[in-house]
């Protein structure tokens, strides 16, 4: 895992990284709310859901994508290691 990755996924699995995704979902889910009569609207709640869900339970999503550990304990401990 590169720096920069190691980085990234040691403060998406820290508590403020947790709340930045569960803000963005809760953003995504309002924005789909306000407009809950149109099927993008429906959409868009479903989709804010995604982030809600990886903050909640401490998953990155794109990790695996930059080669950093899905779980965030695993992040967080392999940080600890280097």
Known sequence: ????????????????????????????VAFGWSRVDSTSGKVFMVVGLVPILAGVFNVCLIAPLIGAPFSGRAALETSRRS
Do not use: E, P, Q, T
Not at 16 to 24: F, M, T
């Open 1 to 28: 895992m590169s720096k920069d990755s190691n980085s990234l996924a040691c403060f998406m699995a820290g508590a403020a990284g947790r709340g930045v995704r569960i803000g963005l979902g809760l953003a995504i």
